[in-house]
Nanobody, 115 residues
Framework: QVQLVESGGGLVQAGGSLRLSCAAS????????MGWYRQAPGKQRELVAR???????NYADSVKGRFTVSRDNAKRTVYLQMNSLKPEDTAVYYC?????????WGQGTQVTVSS
C-alpha cells in the first residue's frame, strides 16, 4: 500500500515563507515525476511545480521566481520551498507522484496566507 505523507502547511503572513514536504512510503517503484498541485475554493486543481526523474522542473507562471521544487530520491521525498507568499497562494496543496504504472495523490495540506 502506497502512502504520501505531507507536512509543512500552515498560516503565514504575506511575504513570508513555508516549506512543504511529501514522503512516499510503501510499495512504490520507478518514480517518474514528483510535484505539487493546489486547489483554492471554487477553483480547479492546478499544477504548481514538478520535478522529473532527471531533475528538470516546471512551474506555474504565477509562482516562478518565488517557489522552488526539489526531490530527494533516496528518501522518496519531494519538497516545495515557497517564498514571498501572497494571499492568492492560499489553497490546499496536494503532493503528486507519478510512476510507470500509477498516479498517486497526498491527502492535501492547507496553506493560508494572510494580507
Amino acid at each position: 500500500q502506497v502512502q504520501l505523507v505531507e507536512s509543512g502547511g500552515g498560516l503565514v503572513q504575506a511575504g513570508g515563507s513555508l516549506r512543504l514536504s511529501c514522503a512516499a512510503s510503501g510499495s512504490i517503484f520507478a518514480i517518474n515525476a514528483m510535484g505539487w498541485y493546489r486547489q483554492a475554493p471554487g477553483k480547479q486543481r492546478e499544477l504548481v511545480a514538478r520535478v522529473s526523474s532527471g531533475g528538470s522542473t516546471n512551474y506555474a507562471d504565477s509562482v516562478k521566481g518565488r517557489f522552488t521544487v526539489s526531490r530527494d530520491n533516496a528518501k522518496r521525498t519531494v519538497y516545495l520551498q515557497m517564498n514571498s507568499l501572497k494571499p492568492e497562494d492560499t489553497a490546499v496543496y496536494y503532493c503528486n507522484v507519478v510512476t510507470v504504472r500509477n498516479n498517486y495523490w497526498g491527502q492535501g495540506t492547507q496553506v493560508t496566507v494572510s494580507s
